[in-house]
């Protein structure tokens, strides 16, 4: 199915200029005849335009620190931006070897409540005596402070609130200034997130755990249980999981982030800086990750195999590929039968829109539309962009880390996977080795990618491009509904899951199957009503 | 489930730990979408509508429209007046509201905003209206934000042509659900009352599906109607913490008497609510009313055993939290724990009062609480029903307790903001939950020789 620059036109004609000139360059009818088409993203969203998009907070607190389930979080600010942020993202987490269940956190909400004359004459006081009592009360192993927007208007220092709170309690306690205003979205909230974790947790400990092929999974925040289903196959195999960033991951755990072979990364978005500068500071190679299809799970496992090169490996790799899609096989035909020849539009996150195109393939269905909420263009373009990319007041106002190679730990990457350098430069041909290619070259021409789609455009792309389904978040889904489009929210599943690996691609054939075929989608006219136009 | 929690005591006075409250903005939000075509718009980061929108979607899982100023840190250093500006000429040539109803952010109101000002400064096209309400984040709660709101409508809308007033009453329903709102139309409605409500977020958020998608569906009051409220002859504003100030705002604007009233969950609520009207319009109360009263009588008598002397805690919003109180103790229960996050004193000596005359005591009552708190006092001395909102499932779990939702959010049970809790009907719906959920818990634990088939 394909997409005309016309019907594109008519989508946008309600604009005024300002509003047109802008959403055009974020808008792309994808044609491989024209040699580079570039999209504008990560740019400010015009005011009073329905976005989708969040907030640097969201994308700190909400994304990236929220998860580490053995840290107090202390969101330092009014109540709300605590309230919404809790429990909502569905990051599962359990107890394991090294955190006991009296030490998880994950389910309690902590903000200091800022008030009217804390907002006047400051709240540091407020906060140094909330993390007094919370030290006292639970003994965490770490706090983390995230900041809210009046917080950087009134200038608390949160810095020296967490330093002298470290001092008094012995114990590390992080400052995120990572207030909603920063930015253009969630996006630089994650990159806040990743410079401190990286700065101040990241290469503390010393503990490498046992086991011959020892990794970390990056951008992966255990969803719906996502992590725990990689886990399941990944540990069958025989890698050691050294721990995942941020799903069900503890404090302890992410002090030893540096004691691994190789960095997978599932949401480049989120969390590329941390792999990146691991790469500058302990020369550990990352490697592209997809675990969102059968195939393409299939594919990142034998690439990471490919990443030790080791032939017992490679073998047991396969056997457990044969057998798990083999298994899933039976299943995902029954539901490809329901779901092939039907097309989807997806508008979520930073890589999620990507990772399900292949998901989407295996059960038969075309991704018409795609586009990302926060995303950079190199998220849609491919990583070769980033030297292109042009920062603006809002980019500049996150500051970049420039790391050196760390004198203690630092190892050429090939080391990290016991080759030679030529053999690694042999590998870097055929796995996706601190690459990433973006969304856009795996979709057809006619298709559409959008940048920051909002409310009138996706209202518009249901009303007359009539995909089957529309993947999005909760605030689109009930919209969908009442356009007769059934939706299901990519952020949290619609509440089920794991929709990662072999069992979720199962699960998430079967949800996809059932939101389409319901039986109430046929009782929508009452039969006193005229019998609706087909 | 949530070991971390200790059982020994804990000094804990300073910020909130599971807050059972949450920002004014949402209140405003939820206020401003009971106006027909109606863009509620969001002055300050686009996190804040974001998160609204969210949290309102997910306790109606309905469309939740709503604009944001989308603020970037020049904005925060310069002031949000261009983004303001910029965004009223947007929503208006884009989206086509009749009206925009703009409430402030922490945000925008630390950095002082002036915002009707700026909206004085803008491009509303003719016929159009942009109202605004104050509602920092640091003061208050969502019910606060709710009534700011409301008093927002009264003030920039509600005019009095000065003739004599029309036989018409104002209802200010307070922060419940359109399924409450219905409710309480339809018991004017049965009492021949002509009825203006505001704001009216039935068929606005609990809308059918029809196939055909509207971004402003058919349901809240006009702005027209909300002109005209000036003109009624009386109005009743349930619940003190969202109604009170846009009632007395009326009153003192247009001169339309305002009787204060609690939001009528319960029967004594109800019977007020009624008496009100009645008074008010000297109309008879039908009998189809007399019966529904005296069906819950009736099953009040006939299952008390299943609840009376049975203790209970509570956590929610003031307005809804206080008749709900009074009809615990009406079915013979015992609140041992109720509290609620908004401030306001007047929540524990109104609270304190009715379990004082019912001879209750030892009890726990707390305005600007938290669920830690409520935790901690059902640790140290258990009770054996929880009345709350999701949240409260942690607890009810950890301390392996039954849990009857009620209030706002409720993001893990569907169907309920269509469902009264107000009224007779919602007196029966909520003995029905109560009992139910503890005749379960019953069922559950019992031994097999003491498994009953009639109960």
Sequence with gaps: ?534 | MLECIPTRQVEHTTGKINPAKTCQPIGAMYAALGIHRCMPHSHGSQGCCAYHRMGLTRHFREPIVASSSSFTEGASVFGGAANLKTSIKNVFKIYDPDIMAVHTTCLSETIGDDVPTIIKQSEVPEGKVVIHANTPSYVGSHITGFSNMCKAMVAYLAESNGAAKKERVNVLPGFVSPGDMREIKRIVSVLGVDLTMFPDTTNVVDGPLTDKYDMYPEGGATVQEIRDSGNSKLTLALGPWSSDAAGALLQEKCGVPCVPLRVPVGVRATDDFIMALKDGFDVQVPRSLTIERGQVVDTLIDTHFHYQGKKVAVAGDPDLVIPLTDLLLTMGMIPAYVTTGTPGQRFETEIQGMLDQAGVSGSIVKAEGDLFDLHKWVKDNPVDLLIGNTHCKYVARAEDIPLVRFGFPIFDRAVHPLMPVTGYRGCLRLIEQISNTLLDRQDRDCKDEDYELVM
């Design chain 1, 1 to 534: 199915m394909a997409i005309t620059d016309k019907q594109l036109e008519d989508m946008l004609v309600s604009y005024p200029d300002l509003v047109l000139k802008n959403r055009k360059k974020h808008l792309i009818l994808k044609k491989s005849a024209e040699s580079c088409q570039t999209i504008e993203a990560n740019t400010r969203t015009i005011p009073g335009i329905i976005s989708q998009r969040g907030c640097c907070f969201a994308g700190c607190k909400g994304v990236v620190v929220g998860p580490i389930k053995d840290m107090v979080h202390i969101v330092h600010g009014p109540v709300g931006c605590a309230y919404y942020s809790w429990g909502t993202r569905r990051n599962k987490a359990r107890a394991d070897d090294t955190t006991p269940k009296e030490n998880i956190y994950s389910q309690l909400c902590f903000v200091t409540d800022m008030q009217e004359k804390d907002i006047v004459f400051g709240g540091e006081k407020k906060l140094a005596k909330m993390i007094d009592e919370v030290v006292e009360m639970l003994h965490p192993r770490a706090i983390s402070i995230c900041s809210t927007c009046p917080i950087g208007l009134i200038g608390d220092d949160i810095n020296a609130v967490a330093k002298a709170a470290s001092e008094r309690h012995g114990i590390q306690v992080l400052a995120f200034s990572c207030e909603g205003y920063k930015g253009v979205s969630q996006s630089a909230g994650h990159h806040i997130a990743n410079n401190n974790i990286m700065e101040n947790v990241i290469g503390k400990g010393t503990q490498r755990k046992p086991g011959k092929y020892v990794i970390n999974i990056l951008g992966e925040y255990n969803i719906g249980g996502d992590s725990w289903e990689l886990e399941r196959v990944l540990e069958e195999i025989g890698y050691t999981i050294n721990c995942v960033m941020t799903g069900d991951s503890s404090y302890v755990d992410i002090r030893n982030l540096h004691l691994a072979d190789l960095n997978l990364v599932q949401c480049h978005r989120s969390i590329n800086y941390i792999a990146e500068m691991m790469q500058a500071k302990y020369g550990m190679p990352w490697l592209k990750v997809n675990f969102i299809g059968v195939d393409a799970t299939a594919e990142s496992l034998r690439n990471i195999a490919q990443c030790y090169g080791d032939e017992a490996l490679t073998r047991k790799t396969e056997e457990v590929i044969a057998r798990e899609t083999a298994r899933v096989a039976p299943v995902m035909e029954h539901y490809r039968k329901i779901c092939e020849g039907k097309t989807a539009f997806i508008v979520v996150g930073g890589s999620r829109s990507h990772h399900y195109q292949y998901l989407l393939r295996d059960l038969g269905m075309e991704t018409i539309v795609a586009g990302y909420e926060f995303a950079h263009r190199d998220d849609y373009e491919g990583r070769e962009v980033i030297s292109t990319i042009k920062g603006d007041a809002d980019s500049r106002n996150i500051p970049e880390l420039h790391l050196t190679p760390d004198k203690e730990n630092y190892q050429e990457a090939h080391v990290y996977l016991n080759m030679t350098l030529e053999k690694f430069e042999e590998l870097k041909k055929k796995v996706p080795i601190s690459y990433y290619e973006g969304m856009n070259k795996s979709m057809k021409d006619g298709h559409v990618i959008i940048d920051d789609a909002n409310h009138h455009e996706v209202e518009e792309i249901l009303r007359t491009i009539k995909p089957s389904i529309y993947l999005s978040g909760v605030r689109d889904k009930y919209i969908s509904h009442k356009m007769g489009v059934p939706s299901k929210q990519l952020h949290s599943y619609d509440y089920t899951g794991p929709y990662a690996g072999f069992n979720g691609a199962m699960n998430f054939a079967r949800d996809i199957a059932n939101m389409m075929t319901t039986p109430a989608w046929g009782l929508i006219k009452a039969p006193w009503e005229e019998q609706r136009k087909k």
